[in-house]
């Protein structure tokens, strides 16, 4: 497959997956042997740890969204920067709601493979986001 038909098989996962929670299209969009080097050992391995992380990150995070900032693609490997967004609205990580919003930028290189997203990696500002949420001080906070 070309670069630019492995950007639009990425923009497809970003838009259908994760924007507007059509779990459906995971099927079409994602190998069945996906790889997530950015996740817990117990959910990197397979389209099930996809579809774990995804449903995990949708119940704490309803109205969640990326925004694509870029995107750039060589043989089959995409890169895209953007924003990642949503609202504090379920558990997330043993918290319950806060009700806060969060937006953060991200980068994830993804690894493209008969038509379909087969590797993952990512660079997140997680702290950022647990400030953001209350999870954790803001630095120089009285404790």
């Known amino acids: 497959m070309s670069a630019e038909e492995n950007k639009d098989i990425v923009r497809r996962l970003i838009e259908e997956v994760w ?19 950015a996740a817990v050992a117990e959910h990197r391995r397979g389209i099930e740890g996809f579809r774990h992380i995804e449903r995990w990150l949708e119940a704490a995070f309803s109205d969640s969204r990326f925004d694509i900032e870029d995107i750039v693609a060589e043989g089959n490997m995409v890169v895209i920067r953007g924003t990642a967004s949503g609202t504090h609205d379920g558990e997330f990580m043993g918290n319950p709601p806060t009700g806060r919003r969060f937006s953060v930028e991200q980068m994830h290189w993804l690894r493209v493979a008969d038509g379909k997203v087969a590797e993952h990696w990512a660079v997140r500002d997680d702290m950022g986001h647990a400030r ?5 001080p803001e630095p120089g906070a009285a404790r």
């Open 132 to 136: 953001q949420l209350a999870l954790i």
């Open 19 to 37: 924007n507007a929670h059509d779990h459906g299209a995971i099927d079409s969009l994602v190998a069945q042997d996906y790889f997530n080097h």
